[in-house]
């Protein structure tokens, strides 16, 4: 180990998101990484509220002291389908950012095995058995590198597809009650399609307090004032009131893709959305980073290295991704006839296990087999 070492770490953790601070606690957790050096950087202090994670489980998590508000009744909404969903044994589960920044933080920082740094980080190589970060002007290295940052789009090959889900989220507040804290909106596909898949999910905190977020999936962002539009118009429509106020407001962006992204190169293995580890037919990733970095822990516990087989789990989910990103990238079935087939056609808690990648094959094939056939067929056949 390098614990007298002031230039070299067991472990450098790049970036301090959803990833990199799940690793730190996992990590933390597990009890077995005191006599590890270990340092976290990041390019801020992760001070704001600047995003929330949505997800289901079936028991509470290792950040269940941070879940903001579950639920455990769904609506899905379609153009001509709807169905308040029972989704039990699932709880839908919201964490807001800061309550989770603050928490890992304050973990991190009552181990003296830990250091945090904040600065730009402006390369990561392993070469010659030696692994590095380049933070501002010095090189520190370390035995092993967990990355979460993406650099730049990757280099796409044939049949590679790459889409955006983006979204615009406002915490709205009205004097009137007008939610039902019981109920979430999980998916509501009645607003209008003309960009491309666009669906409003709704999270209710109390009678008067809800995020409500404005969702795409598509291959170009659009002009800040349209997703206001949407909100505005969605919230008018379908909430019912006009009379309310902003208090929050989140953006974000999350590649849609079946590109692979490398696990490791060398001394760096990447996490998160670096990683592969964002579902790529539906941008979920907070449960898909739990489990990942829970199987990182293991194997360094168990083998002394964090390398470990199939990190994107098994090969036929990313098949069935690549199917649907070909479908919506080539426009041919709308996005929002897809999920309600889905929805429609199977138990909430089937399409819940498909798509955490926990399904049995008896499971899938039910939901394939309630999905149009021709369509998704062809689209099968040019994935081979």
């Not at 003309?194 to 291959?219: C, D, I, K, N, W």
């Amino acid at each position: 180990m390098f614990l007298n070492s002031p230039d070299k770490y067991d472990y450098i953790i790049a970036g301090a998101g959803c990833a990199g601070l799940s690793l730190a606690v996992h990590l933390i957790q597990s009890g077995k990484f005191s006599d590890r050096k270990i340092l976290i950087v990041d390019k801020d202090e992760k001070q704001k509220n600047d995003r929330t994670w949505c997800f289901w489980e079936t028991s509470p998590g290792l950040f269940e002291s941070v879940v903001y508000k579950q639920w455990g009744n769904a609506w899905f909404y379609g153009e001509d389908f709807s169905r308040l969903m029972d989704i039990s044994p699932y709880q839908y589960k919201l964490i807001r950012g800061i309550d989770f920044y603050t928490y890992c933080l304050d973990l991190i920082r009552q181990q003296p095995n830990f250091e945090i740094r904040t600065g730009a980080i402006k390369e990561i190589q392993s070469s010659a058995g030696q692994s590095w970060v380049q933070i501002d002007e010095d090189k520190i290295f370390a035995s092993y590198i967990f990355n979460s940052i993406l650099f730049e789009k990757p280099l796409l090959k044939e049949k590679d597809y790459y889409l955006l889900q983006h979204f615009k989220g406002w915490v709205i507040e009205t004097e009137q009650p007008v939610f039902n804290p019981g109920e979430a909106t999980l998916m509501d596909f009645r607003v209008n399609q003309q960009h491309g898949t666009t669906f409003v999910y709704v999270m209710p905190f109390s009678t008067t307090r809800a995020l409500v977020e404005y969702t795409l999936f598509t291959e170009q962002l659009l002009a800040p004032a349209q997703y206001e539009e949407g909100l505005k118009e969605y919230i008018t429509k379908f909430i019912g009131i006009d009379n309310y106020q902003v208090t929050e407001e989140e953006f974000g962006v999350i590649p849609m893709t079946n590109y692979k992204f490398p696990a490791a190169n060398g001394g760096i293995i990447n996490i998160g959305t670096a990683g592969g580890q964002t579902k790529a037919s539906s941008g979920y990733t907070f449960r898909y980073i739990q489990k990942h970095v829970a199987r990182l822990v293991e194997n360094l516990i168990k083998r002394n290295n964090p390398f470990i087989p199939l990190p994107g789990g098994p090969a036929r989910f990313k098949f069935y991704d690549s199917t649907l990103l070909h479908i919506l990238k080539n426009k041919q079935l709308p996005g929002d006839k897809i999920f309600t087939r889905l929805f429609k056609k199977n138990k909430p808690q089937q399409v819940l296990r498909f798509l955490d990648n926990e399904s049995s094959l008896a499971d899938e094939l039910r939901i394939i087999s309630s999905l149009p056939t021709l369509p998704f067929l062809k689209a099968a056949i040019k994935q081979v």
